[in-house]
Structure formats: C-alpha cells, structure tokens
C-alpha cells in the first residue's frame, strides 16, 4: 500500500504565505509594466511560483532554478532585464541556504544560474546595460541571501546544540551530586554499624553474663536468653542491611581504616608522610556522638586529600575550636609554590574526584552541621561546624537542572553571618571526562557558525573585488564615449579626421545595438557610434559618424530603441 506524506498544516500556511508575497510582488511588477503580456508575465511566473515555493522544502536547489529562469527570460525584454522576480529568486536563495546544510551543492546550483544568465546574454546578444544586469544584480540576489540563509541556520543549530548541552550537564551535575549523597549516607550506615552494632554486642554479653547469675529463676534466665537471642539477630540484621546499602569495595580516602582512627592519628601520619601541616585544638574536648565524631574526622581527612592533590607541597592549617554546644573545623591550605610540581602524584590518599565535597556535605548536613567551602587567600578553604550531638535534619533535596547546588550553602552562610564563598565550587579541578567532551562538541558548533560567519562577510568583499572592477570598466567605457550634441553639431562632412579630432571623445561606443549595426550605410564607409549623454541607467541616443580614408562622408543620429 502507497503512502502518502501529506505535510503539516504549519507548513502549508507558511508556503501559501510565501507564494503570496511573492505573487504579489509580481503582480505589482506586471502592473508598472508598459507592454507586458498576461499570460507571459503574469500567469506563467504564478504557476512557477506555485510549484517553486513547496518544492522548495524537498528541493530547494531545483525551486531556486526554476524562479531564476523567470529572471533570464527577462533579459529577453527589448525595454529593461528587471522585473519582480529578482525578489522571488533572493527569497528562494535563502531558504536553500536555511535548509541545506552542505555548501558545495547549493554553490554549483548558483554558479549554474549565473551561467545560465550570462550564456542567455550571450545568445540574444542583449546591450551592455543587460550584461551589468546580469553581472551585479542577479549574483547578489543569489548569493548574498543564501550567505544569510546559512548564517541563519548555524545561529539556530548554536543556540539549539548549546541548550541541549546545557540540559546535559545539569542532568550529568545532578547524577552526581545523587551519587555522592547516597554513598556517603551508605558510609553513615556503615559507620551507625560500627558503633551501633558494638553497643549491641555488649549488651548482648552483658545479657549473657547475667544469664548465668545463681540467682536468677528458670523465667528469667529463659527471658534473658531470648533477649540475647534478640539482639544478636539485631546485630545480624543491622550488618546485613548496611551490606546492602554499601557500595562495593573503593579506592576512596578512608576505605579500609580502622573506626577507632582518631583525628590526631591521621594527623601524625600526615606529617610523617612530609606533608606540612599545622593544626591546632581550643576549647575544651567535650563528649562527642560516635558520628559527630566521625564526621568531624571524614571533614579532616577529605581536606587533607584535596590539598595534597591539588595544591602539593603548600601549607596546610586545621583549626578545631570547640564551643558549648558544637565544634567549628577549619582547614586552609595555601596555595602551591610557583616552581612546585602542577599536581601531585596519585596515592593511597587520593581523593575521589567531584564527588568528596559533595559527600561530605551530605554528611554534615544529616548531622545538622554546616559546611562551606571555597578559594581563599590564593589558597583553599574548607570549614565544617558540627554539633555535638548528631540532630535530625531534613534530607538536603537534591540540585535539579536549574537550581545551583551552592544554593543550601548560601542560605546556612547568611544564617551564621559567614562571608564565605557558597559550595558551588565544589572542587578547584573540574571533571576532565565531562568538560573534554562537551567542550568538543560546543566548540565544533561553534567553529562551524564562525566559518559561516566569516563567509557571509567575507563572500560579499570576493564578489565586489570580482564585479566592481567589471562594473567601472563598463561605466568607464560608457562615459568616454560621450559625444555632445553640441560638438556633434559642429562636425561637417567632408573634412578630414585629424581635423575634427579635437571634438571627438577618446573612444567610441563598443556595444551599439542590432537595429543601429544593421541600419544602412554609405559604400565602402566605416562607421563610428558615440552616445549622447552619460546617463548609465538608460538607453540614450547614439551618434553615427561614417569615415571613408578618414573623412567624414556621413553623420546621423540613430534613436535608443528600435523604431
């Protein structure tokens, strides 16, 4: 069974209103016309026009042919080669530059229609005015608006291809701030589980130990003994549950440490390992949770792995300040010596990329802490405030396309009266994978629209160095063939030519139409023609002068156009 593409309504809306315009515009040229022939020049370009216009969207090439032969069979026309469909040939010429996206096809297209043009000139044998025409006006008005129609296109594929980029990165940006949440909420639970399940496992002894009291009934110790078989399958259960929930085995900063790793631990081996670090404690050491603890621990241990990846060889500084009722975390690393190494080598501390700070502020804020981090002083700074028992908060909703994820931050750094920089600078390195890909896909649209750019600039200035030269030939041959009516009255026949050679101009007119060649002549006389007048625009009179061995045996005048 055939199918039959029938186009949409939008587009035959728009094609109807484009063949309107356009007839109209040839209609109004058929109007100023003197002598023109209906069926010649009105209904024949209607009906072209009534294919051209929506074969335009499947053939633009072929549409852009068709209305440029309207414009060659003007030249035909004994008065003037303009008419309307010069508007018509401009606005097809666009749409083939908008549609098409290939530039070598639509160019053979216009290099075959000025060809067309000029060969057309060439076979009727039109004046020179004619070939002006076809030389200027019929080029601009194929080339020039396809340039604009190309232009067009590749601005709308930018601004297309950029917002579809955008989408992406916001997508990207929001999977992975997701991604770090629940690892570091999986990282929590494993943590709960540590201290958690150990608090249970004394009980649980505890439970046993009491179990064997002498002085206990038979009830109670049966009572006892479900309560310790109660909570070991709690522990049981709890340690199942965080295997699921934890990803599987990392190269994260951390995996694999002992939960009982203290804060100066991790210090000390930090300066062990040649890492220059100064930190300092005030206040006194209150009675932390095993998590505020913990969290405070990950906020120094994730510091401290940014600064040696990314800013190696520069000081660092901790900070830990303890206050009623919470503990402020500060850590500063300068920035790296100018002849020190760009970036220090991958080890055992190595961060985990974009995601460390997002994490970690995952972590804070189920805590009900704060954290900021940013440039400072040339340098990096991350600052945490924890209180000292973890408080329910709730869950930090997660930055969708168009909603910058410093925005949380921001709010927490007014509320404290903190002027530091929001969280939106995550980390001083960007993610190398996403930035190259994207990077090349924006910058291969955006050469492309430049190179379209520079071409619709550049097409212009290559045509006018190749037609305006050809133009000021022509109009410098029409204007130094300029004879005057009133030395044309002083010539007489029959005097020699060196004689009269001061009243002549510096060269006859070379292009004298069919009618003024052909018109009779004296035997065996050469004749000359000059114009009249220096009007470029219109067909002026010519003068005739007939030379038989240099002297002027005729002069007459022979009208613009064919009588």
């Known amino acids: 069974m055939l199918h039959t593409r029938i186009p949409p309504v939008r587009s035959v809306c728009g094609d109807v209103a484009l063949w309107g315009v356009l007839a109209a515009a040839t209609g109004y040229g058929f109007q100023d016309a003197s002598a023109a022939s209906p069926a ?117 594929e930018l601004v297309r291809e950029g917002w579809r980029l955008a989408r992406s990165l916001e997508e990207r940006q929001h999977l992975v701030a997701e991604r770090a949440r629940l690892t570091e909420r999986a990282d929590i639970a494993a943590d709960m589980h540590d201290s958690l399940g150990h608090a249970l496992s004394l009980v649980a002894l505890r439970a046993g130990a009491l179990e064997l009291s002498p002085d206990l009934t038979y009830r109670d110790r049966a009572d006892l003994a ?35 790793d203290t804060i100066e631990d991790l210090l000390g081996r930090a300066v062990a390992s040649g890492v220059p670090v100064r930190w300092e404690r005030s206040g006194a050491g209150p009675t932390l949770s095993p998590l505020a603890e913990r969290g405070m621990y990950r906020v120094v241990q994730e510091a401290l792995t940014n600064a040696m990846k990314h800013a190696p060889d520069g000081a660092i500084r901790v900070r830990i300040t303890h206050e009623a009722d919470r503990t402020r975390v500060s850590v500063v690393n300068a920035a790296p010596p100018a002849d020190g190494p760009a970036q220090a ?109 520079a071409a619709a600039f550049a097409a212009p200035v290559v045509a006018a160095a190749f037609f305006v030269p050809a133009a000021v030939y022509l109009a410098w041959q029409l204007t130094t063939s300029v004879l005057p009516p009133s030395r044309f009255d002083e010539l007489t026949t029959g005097r020699p030519r060196t004689e009269l050679a001061p009243l002549l101009p510096a060269r006859a007119y ?5 009618h003024a060649r052909s018109a009779p002549r ?23 002068l007939c030379w038989s061995h240099n002297t002027l045996v005729a002069k007459d005048t022979v009208p613009a156009s064919q009588p």
């Not at 310790?228 to 994260?252: C, M, N």
């Open 510 to 514: 070379p292009y004298p139409p069919d």
């Open 40 to 156: 010649l020049d009105l209904l024949l370009p209607l009906a072209v026009l009534a294919v051209a216009v929506p074969l335009s969207r499947r053939r633009p090439g072929a549409a852009v042919v068709l209305v440029n032969g309207l414009c060659a069979l003007g030249m035909a026309d004994s008065a003037t080669p303009a008419n309307a469909h010069v508007l018509s040939l401009a606005a097809l010429s666009c749409l083939l530059g908008a549609r098409v996206t290939a530039a070598r096809r639509p160019l053979l297209v216009l290099a075959g229609c000025l060809a067309a043009d000029l060969a057309t000139c060439a076979v009727l044998r039109t004046p020179a005015v004619w070939w002006f025409y076809a030389l200027t006006v019929l080029p601009a008005a194929l080339l020039l608006p396809w340039l604009a129609g190309r232009h067009w296109r590749g601005r709308r």
């Open 522 to 544: 004296p035997p065996g006389a050469r004749c000359e023609f000059y114009r009249s007048s220096r009007d470029l625009f219109h067909e002026v009179d010519l003068y005739r």
């Open 345 to 453: 080598a991958e080890g055992p501390t190595s961060g985990v990329g974009r995601r460390g700070l997002m994490g970690l502020r995952e972590r804070v804020t189920v805590l009900g802490g704060s954290l900021w981090s940013g440039p400072y002083q040339g340098g990096f700074r991350v600052t945490a405030v924890l209180p000292h028992q973890a408080t329910a908060r709730p869950r930090t909703p997660a930055p969708g396309p168009g909603t910058a994820p410093g925005t949380q931050a921001r709010t927490h750094g007014r509320r404290t009266g903190s002027a530091l920089p929001s969280v939106t600078a995550l980390h001083p390195a960007p993610d190398t994978d996403t930035v190259s890909e994207s990077a090349k896909r924006l910058v291969s649209v955006r050469n492309a629209a430049r190179r379209r750019s």
């Open 226 to 260: 479900e309560l310790r078989g109660t909570i070991a399958d709690a522990v049981e259960q709890l340690r199942e549950t965080v295997a699921v929930l934890h990803d599987p085995p990392r190269t994260e900063t951390g995996a694999g440490l002992p939960f009982n």
